[in-house]
T-cell receptor
Framework: AQKITQTQPGMFVQEKEAVTLDCTYDTSDQSYGLFWYKQPSSGEMIFLIYQGSYDEQNATEGRYSLNFQKARKSANLVISASQLGDSAMYFCAMRGQGGSEKLVFGKGTKLTVNP | NAGVTQTPKFQVLKTGQSMTLQCAQDMNHEYMSWYRQDPGMGLRLIHYSVGAGITDQGEVPNGYNVSRSTTEDFPLRLLSAAPSQTSVYFC?????????????FGEGSWLTVV
């Protein structure tokens, strides 16, 4: 069975600083994908970044980067230069060999950016 | 582009009532899923479909029924609503099984069962 663990229920960061949100995963699949989603207070799920298990380079999307350490089974999200609008829930999720129709999500981390 | 459309956005039900949450996508995606999100939890998979006429159970299927008669639509039926089904429901679709950034979520449906 696949499992995603996010150990930080809440995180605080000062505006313009960088923050790392932790995600560890457990799977026996050889091929898998890891996602990060942002959920603002309005409730929609916003895709941030994706890392495939065979991707050799860490994924980056603008201010977001994914620190992928395959041997440690971790996929931490790094947000650089935090903005007030980054305050939201952040979810790590995994797609296994079962396919993209069956994502497994962590419980999320609530990020608060302070001015 | 409509993307993934969920209706209704908000609904209050009485215990024992039945209802259907609608999900439609206009992107010709084969793969569709329903998730529920409870307070303090991530999304959990209820049911999913890999194409018209094919559905299967996810992690928390009890109390829910689905069908997929067309590629576009994937309705979720609550057979006899219970307070434990108070949750936010998300529908998602994707064009292939190995999607990276091409999984599309609807905006969510807030359901309260009293």
């Amino acid at each position: 069975a696949q499992k995603i663990t996010q150990t930080q229920p809440g995180m605080f960061v000062q505006e313009k600083e960088a923050v790392t949100l932790d995600c560890t995963y457990d799977t026996s699949d050889q091929s898998y994908g890891l996602f990060w989603y942002k959920q603002p207070s309005s409730g929609e799920m916003i895709f941030l970044i994706y890392q495939g298990s065979y991707d050799e380079q860490n994924a980056t999307e603008g201010r977001y980067s994914l620190n992928f350490q395959k041997a440690r089974k971790s996929a931490n999200l790094v947000i650089s230069a935090s903005q007030l609008g980054d305050s939201a829930m952040y979810f790590c999720a995994m797609r296994g060999q079962g396919g993209s129709e069956k994502l497994v999500f962590g419980k999320g981390t609530k990020l608060t950016v302070n001015p | 582009n409509a993307g993934v459309t969920q209706t209704p956005k908000f609904q209050v039900l009485k215990t024992g009532q039945s209802m259907t949450l609608q999900c439609a996508q206009d992107m010709n995606h084969e793969y569709m899923s329903w998730y529920r999100q409870d307070p303090g939890m991530g999304l959990r998979l209820i049911h999913y479909s890999v194409g018209a006429g094919i559905t299967d159970q996810g992690e928390v299927p009890n109390g829910y029924n689905v069908s997929r008669s067309t590629t576009e639509d994937f309705p979720l039926r609550l057979l006899s609503a219970a307070p434990s089904q108070t949750s936010v429901y998300f529908c998602a679709s994707s064009p292939d099984r190995a999607s990276g950034n091409t999984i599309y979520f609807g905006e969510g449906s807030w359901l309260t069962v009293v």
